[in-house]
Nanobody, 119 residues
Framework: QVQLVESGGGLVQAGGSLRLSCAVS????????IGWYRQAPGKQRELVAV??????NYADSVKGRFTISRNNAQNTVYLQMNSLKPEDTAVYYC??????????????WGQGTQVTVSS
C-alpha cells in the first residue's frame, strides 16, 4: 500500500510561483514513477510532469515553467511552478505507479490540492 498527500496549493496572481509537495509513505519500494496530474473544471485529467529514477518528463504546456524533483530519500516529490498562468488553474494530484509480482502495475492517487491563478 502507498499513501500520497499533496500540499502547497493556493491562490496566486498570474506570473507568480507556487511549490507543491507530495509526501509518499507506505510500500515505497514498489514505486516506479511519481507524477503530477491536474484537472481543470470541465476538462479531463492530464499529465503535468513525471519523475523516474533518473529522468523527468513534462507536458509541452509547462515546459520551461515547471520543475519536478524529489528529495534524497525519495519520500517527497515537489513541483515548482513558475510564471503561472490562469490556464494553470486546476486541482493538482500526485500519482505513484507501483509494480509488483502479485499486482502488476497499479496507480495510487492523492486527494488533490487546489491551485488558482488569478488574472
Amino acid at each position: 500500500q502507498v499513501q500520497l498527500v499533496e500540499s502547497g496549493g493556493g491562490l496566486v496572481q498570474a506570473g507568480g510561483s507556487l511549490r507543491l509537495s507530495c509526501a509518499v509513505s507506505g510500500s515505497t519500494f514498489s514505486i516506479k514513477d511519481i507524477g503530477w496530474y491536474r484537472q481543470a473544471p470541465g476538462k479531463q485529467r492530464e499529465l503535468v510532469a513525471v519523475i523516474g529514477s533518473g529522468s523527468t518528463n513534462y507536458a509541452d504546456s509547462v515546459k520551461g515553467r515547471f520543475t519536478i524533483s524529489r528529495n534524497n530519500a525519495q519520500n517527497t516529490v515537489y513541483l515548482q511552478m513558475n510564471s503561472l498562468k490562469p490556464e494553470d488553474t486546476a486541482v493538482y494530484y500526485c500519482n505513484a505507479v507501483s509494480v509488483s509480482l502479485i499486482r502488476g502495475r497499479y496507480d495510487y492517487w492523492g486527494q488533490g490540492t487546489q491551485v488558482t491563478v488569478s488574472s
